[in-house]
């Protein structure tokens, strides 16, 4: 008898395995080898012919905190993320409450926002490029009607990183709103009647039941947001390169420089693996306290 | 129904109410007086326009015509929140992320009552819910029966006048349905006030209100006393839909003495065996289904529809066979061609 529940229980477990084994393979080969290979790579020093490559411990950390560089692209991810995420969200949630209502033509409302994010990133970049570009651009045309002088905006550090920042959130908050309207639909109709019945405000509902309602898509968007903010810088190749003079320079793009313009592997590596840890400590603390103060249906 | 604190006004008065939606079927002619205190059921079968009416009732929709005076105000434009009424949700829309205690505190909350009295307020509805205990539960951890009660607690918290009801019990399975009914009832009665109920239902319409207004179409067929709408129909579609089993109804032609294009109402109860030979029809048995105390026997015969008899007890008569059946003419129900109703 038992011999016979082992038996099933050895069969379910081979079950079990044999299901997570194509995911696990991807990953295994596509994450968390070069993972661990990049933990690796970075504790060693950069090879040439003459020195070979060596086991340096925490050297190739030590440098990145002593380089000025490093901290200012720090500095300009943080604020970049500062701003796109919370920004985005907003816009993304004024827009879905918007076309979400009883408007005349909801469906090219909803495709219009939706468009930017079906460009690629590469193609949206050009876009804006035509409107920033000084004296041509479409921002100075416009501003040159109201006898405002030309301004170029990627060319000069005050303002590289936020007209990236702009771009972004164009880009993203279209994508984010298809999130918020498909949950926004799932909230049934007969909560904002008995909310009115309440007497409750326009505000006081959206505050009290739709916010709390959409909790679980915020904190979707917001760990989406998150890592937009660190792996989206396509656009950063065709507007400025990170310049003028790193202004507008994210680590991502810090770390292909890095690794393929300057052939420092070990550092690029060194900075991966910060990133990694910083976004794992991040979503960990999204995913265990803010859900657990989130409602799901 | 307290007959006596009749004011000049009843307490609503809803006068020839209108909606209509392009092209597709509204209510039209509502006009209906609620007493105050008095427990109204809309009855109807489905897409009758009794919700849409309950709807204007409450203002979640605005009619195209008519005027609608509750507590001789007339509010036929005001907002749902200015009528001073609660109102029951089919689904009970409870707010799923809110406790029990929040849910039912939320418009007590929002019209900004002080926190001592919302307490108060909040522990005497859950009280007579019967849902002390629950407070802090969410809605998703209750079973559908204490859910409704968490809607009808929300409903009586803050002692409005008056109060709607969208059908509240289809949800749940017929046994609770029956408690939950008398509940319903007892808590009208106790608290005064009045209370405007839709269902198809008519074993609910018929067993809990005061007054019934039967739909169809969009118009109102019958209002008054569950007895008037059993015993005195006013017309074929009334009679055709109260009852269970609902009157027969015969071709004038059919009967000696009856206008030939009049319709004969006739209810099961009122129709007897009488031995080969004797009877005014000879019908043919179709059916018989067992109901426990009685036997519910259909019978056909040409220019009837729907002629039913019921014997005492287990009486499985042989189906296909031929009786003889007698009946009063005392007991019939006469309809003129429109099928209005003619004998008093």
């Known amino acids: 008898m038992a011999e016979r529940v082992n038996q099933e229980r050895r069969r379910q477990a081979i079950y079990g395995w044999l299901l997570l084994l194509p995911a696990a393979t991807l990953l295994s ?48 991810n943080l604020l970049y993320a500062a701003i796109t995420i919370p920004v985005s969200i907003g816009i993304a949630l004024a827009m879905a409450l918007w076309a979400n209502s009883k408007i005349p033509a909801r469906g090219f409302v909803r495709t219009a926002y939706f468009t930017p994010t079906v460009l690629p990133m590469i193609a949206a970049a050009n876009l804006w490029l035509f409107f920033y570009t000084p004296g041509l651009g479409v921002l100075d045309q416009i501003g040159s009607l109201f006898g405002i002088p030309s301004i170029n905006w990627l060319g000069q550090p005050e303002t590289a990183l936020w007209a990236v920042i702009i ?70 190749f065709i507007l400025t390169k990170g310049g003028p003079s790193d202004a507008s320079k994210l680590i991502l793009y810090y770390i292909w420089e890095m690794a393929f313009a300057f052939f420092d592997a070990p550092h690029a590596a060194a900075m991966t693996i910060m990133i990694l840890s910083v976004l794992c400590i991040v979503a960990t603390i999204q995913f265990f306290y803010i859900d657990r103060r989130t409602h799901y249906q | ?40 059921a809309l009855l109807g079968p489905s897409g009758c326009g009794k919700s849409t009416t309950l709807r204007l009732l409450a203002g979640l929709e605005l009619p195209d015509e008519g005027e609608i005076v509750i507590q001789g105000r007339d509010v036929t434009s005001s907002a749902a929140s200015d009528r001073n009424l609660s109102m029951v949700f089919q689904s009970y829309a409870l707010f799923p992320h809110l406790s029990v205690a929040e849910n039912v505190v939320f418009g007590l909350k929002v019209r900004r009552v002080p926190k001592a009295e919302r307490r108060e307020k909040m522990e005497r509805a859950l009280e007579i819910t019967g849902l002390l205990g629950f407070e802090s539960r969410k809605p998703a951890e209750l079973s559908g029966g204490q859910r409704q009660r968490v809607a009808l607690a929300r409903a009586i918290v803050a002692g409005q006048p008056l109060c709607l009801m969208d059908e509240p019990l289809s949800n749940l399975d017929a046994k609770l349905r029956n408690s939950v009914r008398k509940d319903i009832k007892k808590l009208q009665r106790d608290l005064g006030i009045t209370v405007v109920y839709v269902t198809h239902d008519q074993t609910e319409a018929m067993s809990m209100a005061d007054k019934v207004v039967l739909m169809k179409d969009g118009r109102i067929q019958q209002i008054g006393s569950p007895d008037d709408l059993y015993n005195r129909p006013a017309n074929t579609f009334v009679a055709g839909f109260v009852g269970a089993p609902p009157m027969a109804l015969i071709d004038g032609e059919m009967l000696e003495g009856f206008l030939p294009d009049s319709k004969i109402g006739l209810r099961a109860e009122h129709v007897s065996i009488v031995p080969a030979g004797s009877g005014r029809f000879t019908c043919r048995i179709s059916e018989c289904e067992f109901l426990g105390s009685e036997t519910l026997i259909g019978l056909q015969h040409p220019g009837t529809t729907g002629l039913t008899l019921l014997q005492p007890g287990l009486s499985l008569l042989e189906e296909n066979t031929s009786i003889d059946i007698n009946f009063e003419d005392q007991h019939l129900h006469i309809f003129n061609t429109d099928g209005q109703r003619v004998n008093a």
């Open chain 1, 29 to 76: 080969i596509f994450a968390f080898y070069p993972t661990v290979a990049t933990l690796w790579s970075s504790l060693f020093s950069r090879g040439t012919r003459r020195r070979p490559s060596e086991f340096v411990g925490t050297e190739n950390y030590a440098d990145l905190f002593a380089d000025p560089t490093f901290w200012l692209v720090v500095q300009n």
């Open chain 2, 1 to 40: 129904m307290s007959a006596e604190s009749l004011n000049d006004q009843p307490f609503v008065v809803l006068q020839d109410v209108a909606k209509r939606w392009n092209g597709q079927l509204g209510v039209e002619e509502i006009s209906l007086e609620i007493e105050e205190g008095s427990f109204v």
């Open chain 1, 167 to 236: 771009v972004t959130i164009w880009k993203e908050a279209g994508f984010f709103m298809i999130f918020y309207l498909a949950a926004l639909q799932t909230i049934p109709e007969d909560l904002k009647e008995a909310a009115d019945i309440e007497g409750a405000s326009r505000w006081t509902y959206l505050r009290r039941i739709v916010l709390p309602l959409l909790m679980p898509t915020t904190l979707f968007i917001v760990v989406n947001a998150m890592i937009n903010s660190v792996k989206l810088i396509d656009h950063l």
